[in-house]
Structure formats: C-alpha cells, structure tokens
C-alpha cells in the first residue's frame, strides 16, 4: 500500500481470555498489534514486519517471543513493558502460574505525535493505570486507535492489578482518548469494535457530561 491508502487490519482473537492481535498493512510491510497465544500460528504463513506490544500482561505477550524469532522483526514498547517482561516474578504476583518467554525491545514507543512505523505516522498515548507502561497507537490518517487494554465498549481496564490505579486510567482516557475524533474506530484487547463518540456518549466509567451536551 501507499502511504495515502486505508491499511487492511486482519483481527486474530487467542488465549484463555480472548485476547485480540491486529495485523495491519501499512506502506512498508505488516504490522502486529500484540501477540496473544495462538497468534503465531495463525499468522504464521504471513509476513510480519515489526510487532508493538501494548502492554506486559501475559495475554497480549504470550506469543510475542516465538513470532520476533521467526519472523526476525523488531519489536516496539514501551520501556517500562520491557522492563516488566523481564521481571519473572511479575505473572506469580498477578496470581498466574505461567511462564513467558521474556522479549527484548528493538526500540521504545514515548508519548507524542509522529512516531513512525513501516512508514506510516502514528501518535503515541500512554495511558497507564491497567498496566504501567501502556500505550495506545493512533493513525490519524484512518482514524483508528488500537487501544490495548485502556478503552472498551462500555467499559475500561481493569485497574486492580499490581500498578492499577483507577483515577490515573480514567484520567488519561478522558484527557487524551476522549479528545480524538469522535469518529475514531477503538479496536481494543478484548471484545467488541466501538467508536470515541459511542463511549463519550455511553461508557458508564467516564460519565462526561449530560448527554445533551456531548
């Protein structure tokens, strides 16, 4: 594709918690939206080019490691993501007996506009208060925000985790999500496609302002 065309998104849903990956065509390769178990088998006669990780909890990164080994494509997070990733006890703290193959940054996603991937320019929000170091990545070309585990329909992160913090999400979804487009397709972690103007309008969690006003 061009860097003017729409990019095709293929939505893999894997794991104990159905957990979604998007694989995004952008004008210099395919782009992988996390790596929830069982995305590396779907996609493995695919080409992937580079993978982001949204962030460090164990269904979003369960396959990160065996597709950046074979599909040698460097991968993007947050710093404190890979950080997490590499402390062993992080998943026996969240109450899981599991093991994940720990995975290296390639570069860091920082918070700001014109971060550029497989030449397309994405915005980059850090939204923590699910998970330190969470990020969402805008493309404001197509406006699509995929939004991890901050944003869903009808509803937000879970925030009583190890680094949860319920007004640290909340404000961060209202300062920097809500202010998007109210146009802007959500495509998050877990459950249904919604938009930024259904969840200023309906999310229960976020609660605005009266409805006659948004």
Request: some cysteine; aromatic content about 6%; proline content about 6%.
């Amino acid at each position: 594709m061009t860097s003017s065309e729409e990019p095709f998104i293929s939505m893999f849903t894997g794991g104990p918690v159905e957990t979604h990956s998007y694989l995004v065509g952008l004008p210099e390769g395919n782009l992988l939206v996390d790596a929830p178990e069982g995305a590396a088998t779907h996609f493995h006669n695919k080409t992937i080019d580079m993978l982001v990780l949204t962030h460090a909890h164990f269904d979003h990164v369960m396959d990160a490691a065996q597709i950046a080994k074979e599909h040698r494509c460097p991968v993007v997070m947050h710093a404190t993501t890979e950080v997490l990733l590499a402390d062993r006890s992080l998943f026996k703290r969240l109450g899981l007996n599991i093991e994940v193959e720990p995975v290296a940054a390639t570069s860091y996603l920082k918070e700001g506009g014109g971060q550029v991937l497989l030449g397309r320019s994405f915005d980059v929000y850090e939204v923590p208060g699910h998970c330190p170091g969470s990020v969402c990545l805008y493309d404001s070309k197509s406006k699509v925000l995929y939004g991890g585990d901050v944003l869903f329909a009808g509803g937000v992160g879970r925030w009583d985790l190890p680094g949860g913090d319920r007004e640290v999400l909340l404000s961060g979804i209202r300062q920097k999500l809500l202010a998007l487009p109210h146009q802007t397709r959500v495509l998050p972690g877990h459950g249904p496609e919604t938009t930024i103007g259904i969840e200023a309008l309906t999310n229960r969690y976020l609660n605005i302002r009266p409805i006659g006003q948004i």
